[in-house]
Each structure stands twice: as structure tokens, then as C-alpha cells.
């Protein structure tokens, strides 16, 4: 059973696991203060051509999201997300536990726009009666598995400053993302056109690890005090330091990142080819298929992977997420099962 | 320059390292359902001989503090420390951000008595305009290094119970505790004589971790919302798994402890030897000897250790810790210098 | 300009006045413990059959809904309310800022259904990364006027129980909910039903107060120190319990909210004859008839009133909303406004 | 039986209650925005001398503090305060509640010096383990009842600019205060030398009600959001709005003081002549005697007053205290009652 669920069933890439080992005895500061960490943040500012950027790398996702949210927000004031972000779906209420409203919006692909900004901005005049909007919440790849164009980014960003909003972007694919076929975004163009952002490792060939990046110094000031208060410090900083020192200091984060791309791309191809179509069109590492039950049911005998939601009797939408760890042998094969039931179901149509 | 500072200046114990290296592809479920989270549970369990304890894994003591004091009390409830427990000094208000007062106990040598849980409770009667006491949190060891004797807990433990008090044992530590010389406490008596507890990882040997133990199951119910809430569920809980597992299926977390508590033993013996006094007696991996500024001068050439607190002109209390990690040869040599000193100093004494 | 805005535009019943101008310089214990409050307690409780209730006086309803909430609620535990519901839409993340989510529920009539309830459940199912339903959130009147039969509370809460929910109606206006016209439910049943409620007195003939009514004892435990630590215990709690002694030992509140009822109907008795929609059925003290907007524009002449929502360019839904204190003098003048302006258009429209 | 106990246990200065019934039915507008509110405002800014001053009415005292506090502060800040301070001993946790801790300083008479604060600085160096102080809380009359000079308040405030922390007075008893005997602070130096403090009424001749008065626009933007947020909003805010009208527009607020305090002293008097102690010396309307257990006794059959701490088996610390409503018969019949005492004594001695 190989299992398509999801893009953290593995460990690290292994060349992390052996940097680890290498310096395993080495005596380092705790806190975040080893060279690896320190070494991995100059690194990183090179790459987002942004030196005024301050970084700080935490466990994960739900982690780092509640952490840059309550350092950003007074206690009135709430955060506008996409109804499927992750924030307002699947973080157990982290978001409103520091204290903040998630102001969900509508999208038709995971994606906040313009006009979804003014709109939410006119439904929340009355003051001191509602909350207020400060801080604009976006994924990218997004939970639904598309991505922001360098012109989509620009303009929210554009529409937050007008409004004097901030714009924090969950990047806990952001590798994907950037290395989705056709983007143009490019990694300093989200460091220009976002306050805050995170680009993740846990999905991406870390054993856990997001690197917070604050973009300029209004915002971020004494993050470190929040994250120690949170329970984000870790006494072992090394740990991550190390990881986001093999993912960045040549082009393995993007790399392995495209691997998982095009992983999913064959599948994806290969499931047009056979006539299905998608719930969003297939841009990054996560695919949302919709498929004839009976097809769904023959895959679930060889490979995991979750039902998204039933469409009727009939069929389903199903997710399919590949990886950084994805072979590509495995994939060829969910290709074969695929195209197979196709040509089944051709042969015993006529009849 | 050796770093006697701490007892996590190194990663960890390379068993560890290989075992997550050799587990690194198979895959496994997320958020802590993979098999070695599960089997290291199981094993706990049995070490602990109490098969209705629950286990959860998180990565460090200030999140395991703010996770399981949050998820004990409501409201309008607050913890008992130690004035020089860690909740109360270092942890920059987790306790506070979670909503509770952490009403602080001034103690001699940061043990909590029964007679401190009397005076408390009859200085928080005046309902409703006070907070209402309901877990008690100690540090074993203490943050000054001392061990609590099984009686003292036992004590304690009564009565917690007989004032409807919960006990929560930061166990950040817990291995040196149990392995002091002269301990009679076991780690049975810990899951008998406390309501949750931890086991702490990250300080003896373990890259990151702590395993939580709720001994009952009037605590700890639906504890996973918690750590999904904040923060502390990782994606790839087989990262902790390995850990745990690795250190608990044999005597692995034991032997690390002893050997961190043995180097100290030997470092005490020779401060001693040379006629030098304690802040606390020595009992565990942390020292605390009270030393002439000239010899602290002279070490501080060859080893890093903080100055704990200045006592005069001529002599401060330093802080030297010791791990699983600490070479024997590296503890000779400071011994060297220890002596070396004294007899510098003897001779020049006469003339 | 009469005010039609709101229900809060006057001072306080007379009758109260004088109670607290009669009983101003009679020394009592403070914090809820004076005299006043301890009988008006006694009284409620005989009022609602309920001799195992609780009550609290509080100064206003979006400090009821917070306290309640947060005495009620674990940290991972949410509050289902509907998407019209006053926590959702007017407090100013009262709720969140406690530290809960509130899960907002599409309703045709700002009431919840059993339906409702289920429908949430099953979307909240992937524990434990979505919060925990645990409160159910009602309004009653809804905040759009309508009312609850007493076959659709003890449905809602026959369908709580059976899912280990806990239901909570918000009784701003309780009064005029209870004597709205065809209205089946009674006091007592509130108290049955629920588990726990308020009566607003704010809304209905009091300077401000709230009377929060735990029906039995599993919840509610240990209330006066969350309401300590809120900042909602009065040092003069006489205030509060001479306000409730004034409306409750007699029929004052049940009068006061029939009178304000009345007024509606009157007035929307009137705006049907001349031809004119609702967006809610008239029930009690609020309504929203949709009127053309020569019509309205007339009447701000006169009158102050929300204009709710434009519906298109020619007409809008207004609230008009009507108290005890509204003159039926007044209502009179606004009936003739409304069918002059019938009249002219009957007899413009032939030419 | 006469109630020393308190100064809140009548109702309000009787032209308090005559304004509200005279104002009753004049319908006004809600949430503050009522005229009485608005014009106390401007005659408490000319009052002050500070026409940059922005005011808010509350409820209470421990509303105020959380209120304020939670607004001034990011999640990782701190409020130093005398270990006798309010906030710290007798609000149910209600700034932990939202989030912050509470820096205790021992004092020897309630009152913090710039020394305090130097030596609190310095105690939290160690970054980011701990809290960052950034407020500092003082009483004005203390919670011991003492008052601070005018020197004492300008020297606290320049330590606080010096070191980039905000001073906040708590007036629950301001008016006591400035009205203390010797006192030579003025209304218009709390404005100066404090960046945001509150004019108490519950206390002071109103029903309930605190006036805060954040000093520059640095603080206090957008406090109405966090007022209505926390349940702080009165729907009727000319309740408040009234009393302080009443109690600022000439100088009642002052004169009631004057007579508590007045009050207060001619009981001081009494019992210095009779050669009793006291823990501090009187100064304001709070009495702090040590009486014998025999007078005490006695004073008990006729008044209500708390023993505040027991000091050996043969007398104790007794709190008295007087208010607006404290009629100088009583008084009088009092200080005849502990004169009587000393008589006694003095006749039995000698046999």
C-alpha cells in the first residue's frame, strides 16, 4: 500500500539526516544562537535579496501561524482567511485561542482577491461593534492546491497597503508554489509584495521546520519573546538550523519541490487523458481528481489516499498528494491502474 | 573552550540518529499515530506499571508547561510554584498567556513542602476576589538541582489529594532525579504519587522531546485538541517516537542520566576536596559551588559555565552542569585545574 | 424626532428609580451579597420552577454571553451560534477573545434547528485538528424578531442532550419573546429546556442588567470568580438587585415587553394594510418592513430608524424598533405617516 | 450595627439620583454617545488641563484595570505592581486572564519608587526567557491608604520615561488622594505625570462608574473596540455619563472625598490620643489601627469593620473605613466608644 494521503509520511531527505550526524557532537548555543541557524538566515536573506529581513525558524505550520498572528494583532482586531485556509479549518481554534477572529471569506479557488478585501472591509464599519480587519491571511500553494501568480500577489498586496492591512503568507508549500509549472512568482517577489511569509520544510524534505520570514521592522519586533512564551523555542535550535542550512545552501529546497510536481503532474495528465475531470485545476503537489466510484475503489485496494467529498452516487472527489519522496516507479504504476480501468470501462460500455 | 553552560549543547545520543536514519523512508501515519510513537507508548507503560496512564509527545518542557496547566484548569484557577520554578522565572509568561496566575512559593532549596500548600491555601480564601488554587507544578530535579526523596513526594501527593489539588511534576530532568545517588524515588512511584508528569528528552539525550504522562484518566481527556491548538502536534510525530524509543526500550535514558550525574559527582567530590562550599548541596547533573573569583577567572579561560549569582567581592556561586554527553576526560582535566588552584593557592598562602 | 433605533434610548423604568432613590442610603454588603439581589434570586427561582437554579446579575449582554461561554467551555471547545447571531456579528470577538471559535450556521429566520445541529456535527468530525462543538448559542428574540415555539426549544434541546451539547439562549429580550403574540412558550419552560439562559432587563425597562440563570448544578460551579476576573462583579451589586427586585415581583417585565410588543404590532399591522413586505415575519419588538424609499425618506423626517439593507434601488428593509417607554401617541403619528403616504401614492398613481 | 467595612455599602450621592430621574425619558443615544457623557468629558478635560486627554466611563475598578492593561500591552509585556497592589491580590487574575503576568514588588507602604523599578529592570535581563516589563501599576490611595507626594509621582514618572515604560494610576480612590491632608498633588499633575489613569465614583458617591483618562494619543487608540470586546460597553451609558456630570461639573467629586477623609482623620485622632499604633500612617479615608483584642471586641458589638491582621494574641490591625455617606454622629459615637475603652484601661491599671 503506498500511501498518496499526504507529503510528511517519510523522514528527511537523507543528505539532513547525515548533516545531523556530522555534527552531532559539536558543541553549539541553544535558542536558535548555533552557527547553523545563524549560517542558514544569511543564506536565506541572500536568496530573498532582502537584508532588512529577520527570520526565525519554528516546528510548524499551526506554529508558526499562531505566532506570527498574535505578535501582529491587538486584542480587537481579527484576521481575514479564505473559508478553506488553514487557519480557519484545521487548527483546533489556534487562531481564536491567542484571542483573534478568523474572518472567513468565500473563494472559488482557495484564493483571496481585491475585491474580497473591500467587500470584507465594508462588512466591518460598525465600530467598536464588529473587529477589526488588520492582518490578511493567504496560502500558497493554497489548501486546495493552486497558486498566486506574481500579478495576483502584487495587487492584494497593493489593496492591503491602501487599507493598511497586513499581508502574512502560509507557505507551508510555498516550494511548491514557486515551482509549480507556469509561475512566475519568484522567492523575492513574495518577500516584496508580503509583510510576513513562512516557507515550509515539514512538507517539503524536513523532519519538521518553517522559516518565519519578516520582511521589514515594523513587524517581527521581539518575536523571539513570543516564541519562547508559545513553547516554539527550542533548546536544540541546531535542529532546524541544520535542516534549513542543507535545504537552502544549494537548490535542494526547489528541487525537491519540482520532484513532487512532477510526480503529480504525470498523474494528473494521465487522469485527463482518461476523460476525468478536476474539482481545481491541477497546479502544484496536491490533486483533486474527480473519479467514478468503482475506479476509486479499485485504487484504494493498492494505494492510500483520503475521499474529499462525494459528488453523487456515482463519483467522488479524491485528494492525491505526492512528495519529495514520491518514486517515480510508484507513480507509473497508479498511471497503469488508471488508464486500465479506462479501457475496461470502454471495452464493457458497447456490450 | 568546553561548555559547561547547559546539558544541551550537543544533538543526540547517536543511536538515536541511527535509528531515525534506518526508519527514514518507511512510511508512516502523521500527528503521532506512527508505530514508534505508538510502540514507545507501550513500553512506557509497562516501565511505568500503570496501564491506564495516556502518553503524548511534545517537542520542549515550556510547551509541555503551557499545554498541560491549560488543559487542567479552568478559568478562574491558578498553579503553585516553587518561587525559582521555571514556569515562574523563565519562561517569559507562558503561564499568564494561557489565562493563569502562577502564584509563586519562596521555598529553601526549591522543594515544595505540605506545610507550603497549607500556607497557601489559607492566604486564597477570600472567594471570589482571589484566584483558586488547583494544581501544584514542581521540578524534579529542581532548578537549583535537588532531588525530592519518595517520601516528600508521597507527602506532598496526600496532600494535594485531601485538598482537591491536582500535582504535575515537571520532569524536564526526571532521569537525573531518579538516578541520584541516595535516590529511593523509582518511576512507578512518580506515575503513583503525581496526576501528570513528563519525562523530558531534549536534556538527556534526545535531539528534542518530552513525554507527557497523565497517570489517570480524570486528566488528560481529549489532551490532542490541546496540542493541535497550540502548536505542539508535529506533522511527523515519528520524529519523537524514534526518540522515545530508542531511550526507553532498554535503559538507555537511565544510563545517559547516570553517566551526567556521575561526571558532576566526581566535579563536586573535587570542589569539595579543596574546601569550597555549595549554594545546595550537590545532588544531580547541575552544581552550584560557591567559588574565589581569581579560580573562576582561571576556569573561565577553558570552560564556559554562567556566574549564578555574585555573593561578595572575592567569591561567587557558579553554575556547572553536566550531561550525557560530558567526556570523563574533560571533567579530569577541569578537575585538574580545580586542584591546581587550591595548590597555588596553599603555597602561596605561607609566604 | 422620535428614536426608533434601538430599545435603550430611555433611562430606566420609574418605578426603579424610585426603589433605588428609597433604598439609596441603607447600608448593604456589597458584591451581589446586599439584600435586594438575594431576594430577587429567591423570586426568580419561584417564577421559573426551578429551585436548583443558579442566578447571576450582570451589567449587559455581551458580558453574559462572554462569562457564560468561558465558564462553559474547555480550551478546544466551540459555541455553534447562527451566522445572525450576536456573538458572531456584534460583540467585537467577545467570544474569541476568551479564546473560543464560534462556528457561524446559515439560518432562514436566525433560529437554530435540530437539522442545524446535525449538519455542524458531521462537519466537525476530524478531531483534533477542528475544534469541539460543546455550546449551542441561541437567541431568543432572534436578532431578526423572530421567536421560538416551545416545540422548537425542547426539540433543539432533545437534540443537544443526545449529542452532549450544552444549550445556551441569550434572553436580551427574553420578555418580548415570551408575551410575542401566539407565543406557546413560558418561562418556566426556558428553565426546562435550557441549559442555561438570561433575562435582559437593559432591553426592557432597566438602566442595564442581565439575570444569569444556570438551571442546574453541573453547570455554573465556581461563576462568581469568573465573573470577578472579568470584570463584571459590581461593588454596589444593589443596582443590579434592586432592578430585578423592581421588575419581578410583580409583572413589570412581562408588561413592559407585552407593551413594546403591542407598539409593533400596531405599527405593523398598519404597514401591511398599506400594502408592504416584511423580511421576517412581524413577531415582537422588532421589525423589518421593506418600504419604497420615497417612504422612508419621509419618515426620517421624523422619525430616527436603521435603514437594515437596500433591497434595490426604489425600496430597503428597515428596522423599526419599539420598547416600553415608546408613547402610543407617537406610534399613532408614525401609523398616519405610513398611510398618508399609501394615500398620496393611490391617488398619484391614476393620473 | 454601622458598617465600617467599606466605602461602597450606600448608594449613590442623592443628586446623583435625582439627575437620573430627572434625565429619564429624554431619549439619547446608546454606547457613550449620550450627552451627559459627552459633556462630563469635556468638563473633566478642562479639569485636567489637557485637552489631548481621551476619556472613557466604566463600570468598575477591576474592569478598568483589565481594560486598560490589555490594551497597552503585546502578548510578552508585563505590569510590575507593589505586591500589595490590587491587580495582584484581589482580582481573581483578571490581568493573567488576559494574558499577562503581574511583576510583584514588596514595598514597605504600598507605594513603588524608582528604586523598584531599577531593580525589577535589571532582575528581567535574560531575554527572551522571560517577560518584558512595560507597565508600571500604581495605587493612588494605596491599598494601605497611603498617598504619594507630588516629588514621588514626578520621579516615578521621569525612571518610567527613562526606560520606556508607561505609568498607570489606578484612582479607585483618587479623589481621597488628592483631598488627603498635606497632600500637593493636583487633578492636572495625575494628568502630567502618568501616561493614563481613572477618576474612581464607585467609591466616591456614585452607583458604579470609573472615569479613564488616557493622557496623549500614544495610548488608548481604539479603546472602545477593546471596551466593547471585554463586555465593557453600557448600552446606557448615560448611567455613567450622569454621575460624572453630577459629581465634575462643580466640585461634589472633591467635596465627598474631603468628607471621608475628614471622617477618617477625627478617628485617627481619637485613637492616636488613646495611645494606640498604627501599620501606616493615617493619611487618607482607610484606617489601619492596632487595637487591643478587648477594644475590638467591644467596637464589634456596634459596628462592622474587618481585622485586618492578627499582630499576637492581645491585639491585631483593624481596617476602617469612611466614605462620602459616613455621618459624623456615628463617627463621633465611635470615637466615644474607643476613648471609653482607653477610660477604662486607665482606671483598671493602677489597682
Not at 50 to 66: D, E, R, Y
Amino acid at each position: 500500500m503506498y500511501n498518496f494521503k499526504n507529503d510528511y509520511a517519510e523522514g528527511a531527505h537523507p543528505s539532513i539526516l547525515e548533516r545531523l550526524t556530522k555534527t552531532n557532537l559539536v558543541q553549539q548555543a541553544g535558542y536558535g544562537e548555533d552557527e547553523y541557524s545563524l549560517q542558514a538566515k544569511e543564506i536565506l536573506k541572500e536568496k530573498l535579496g532582502n537584508k532588512w529581513a529577520t527570520i526565525h525558524f519554528v516546528s510548524g505550520g499551526t506554529q508558526a501561524n499562531l505566532l506570527v498572528i498574535s505578535s501582529l494583532l491587538r486584542p480587537h482586531e481579527a484576521v481575514i482567511s479564505a473559508a478553506s485556509g488553514h487557519i480557519f479549518t484545521n487548527e483546533a481554534g489556534a487562531i481564536e485561542s491567542v484571542g483573534h477572529k478568523v474572518i472567513a471569506v468565500p473563494t472559488k479557488n482557495g484564493k483571496i482577491t481585491s475585491a474580497d478585501i473591500e467587500k470584507t472591509l465594508l462588512a466591518y464599519q460598525l465600530k467598536p461593534h464588529v473587529v477589526k480587519p488588520r492582518v490578511v491571511y493567504i496560502s500558497n500553494t493554497t489548501e486546495v492546491g493552486t497558486v498566486y501568480s506574481k500579478t495576483e500577489l502584487q495587487d492584494l498586496y497593493t489593496q492591503c497597503k491602501a487599507n493598511d492591512l497586513l499581508l502574512f503568507l502560509d507557505g507551508a508549500r510555498l516550494g511548491h508554489a514557486l515551482m509549480a509549472p507556469g509561475s512566475d512568482l519568484l522567492l523575492e517577489d513574495v518577500s516584496r509584495f508580503t509583510d510576513v511569509f513562512y516557507l515550509g520544510a515539514t512538507k517539503n524534505g524536513g523532519l519538521l521546520g518553517e522559516a518565519i520570514i519578516f520582511n521589514h521592522s515594523a513587524v517581527g519586533q521581539e518575536f523571539e519573546f513570543v516564541m519562547k512564551q508559545k513553547g516554539a523555542l527550542l533548546a536544540k535550535g541546531r535542529l532546524l538550523g541544520v535542516q534549513f542550512l542543507s535545504l537552502f545552501e544549494g537548490d535542494l529546497y526547489m528541487e525537491l519541490a519540482q520532484h513532487a510536481n512532477l510526480m503529480a503532474a504525470k498523474i494528473a495528465k494521465a487522469i485527463q487523458d482518461s476523460g476525468h475531470q478536476f474539482l481545481s485545476a491541477p497546479q502544484s503537489n496536491q490533486l483533486f481528481p474527480i473519479l467514478p466510484m468503482p475506479l476509486i475503489q479499485k485504487l484504494l485496494e493498492k494505494y492510500q489516499f483520503y475521499i474529499w467529498q462525494q459528488v453523487d452516487e456515482t463519483q467522488a472527489v479524491v485528494r492525491l498528494i505526492t512528495s519529495w519522496a514520491t518514486p517515480e516507479m510508484i507513480v507509473d504504476d497508479l498511471i497503469k491502474d488508471i488508464r486500465l480501468y479506462k479501457q475496461d470501462e470502454v471495452v464493457s460500455n458497447p456490450s
